[in-house]
Nanobody, 133 residues
């Protein structure tokens, strides 16, 4: 199983980016996919999660997102997207995707500090997002 996060880059404040999380070796539709980010010198934090299609694709967002980001799926492409609008310099980080079965329980647990990141079985390699002021 391999996960790959892509789509990062260097943008200016207020710009948009769409990140992709693609998978090989599994059907992503059957999994909840979480996005996390880690800025230099900071702990990794939860950005967004979308549950599996069997759990109605329920979505969750970190409070700092405040309506700027949107997570979605394209099952035909076995890909989950994170559309990021109105980017700010504080959004600069390496963004990672991770999968869990069915719902976003691990994402919520990791985001709240209840679970360790090791609860996830698979993490994708990160993609760098840099927002200049």
């Amino acid at each position: 199983v391999q996960l790959q996060a892509s789509g990062g880059g260097l943008v200016q404040t207020g710009d948009s980016l769409t990140l992709s999380c693609t998978a090989s070796g599994l059907i992503l539709e059957s999994y909840a996919v979480g996005w996390f980010r880690q800025a230099p010198g900071k702990e990794r934090e939860g950005v967004s999660c979308i549950s599996s299609s069997s759990d109605a694709g329920t979505t969750f967002y970190g409070e700092f997102v405040k309506g700027r980001f949107a997570i979605s799926r394209d099952n035909a492409k076995n890909t989950v997207y994170l559309r990021m609008n109105s980017l700010k310099p504080e959004d600069t980080a390496v963004y990672y995707c991770a999968i869990e079965t069915y719902d976003c329980a691990i994402f919520l647990g990791v985001s709240s500090g209840i679970y360790a990141e090791s609860e996830y079985d698979y993490w994708g390699q990160g993609t760098q997002v840099t927002v200049s002021s």
